[in-house]
């Protein structure tokens, strides 16, 4: 079984900044990749991004390319999602997920989201 606990989330300005993190524990495979996804209220959940454990391989969805960054720390089994330049419309839920590859990375274990809302 394996556990996530993401945070981070709060309330900021438009054009501020927030960093999240997830962090994994339990079963976790030496061979997987974390993500992230949101959900906004009336929306469905979508992708944001996700970074492959081995080698570190990364992608975005087009709405938050050149805005986000994820990056990962493997000696705590930690993901982070830096976000900058916040938009109102980023405002969501926004959910750590992992798996076993990126193609499955919706299909695995989910945290339990944090909340960003970006006020205008």
Avoid: H
């Avoid at 993190?21 to 209220?41: E, I, N």
């Amino acid at each position: 079984q394996v556990q996530l606990r993401d945070s981070g989330g709060g309330l900021v300005q438009t054009g501020g900044s927030l960093r999240l993190s997830c962090a994994a524990s339990g079963r976790t495979s030496s061979s997987y990749a974390m993500g992230w996804f949101r959900q906004a209220p009336g929306k469905e959940r979508e992708f944001v991004a996700a970074i492959t454990w081995i080698g570190g391989r990364t992608f975005y969805a087009d709405s938050v390319k050149g805005r986000f960054t994820i990056s990962r720390d493997s000696a705590k089994n930690t993901t982070y999602l830096q976000m900058n330049s916040l938009k109102p419309e980023d405002t969501a839920v926004y959910y750590c997920a992992l798996a076993g590859s990126i193609a499955t990375i919706s299909k695995g274990y989910w945290g339990q989201g944090t909340q960003v809302t970006v006020s205008s």
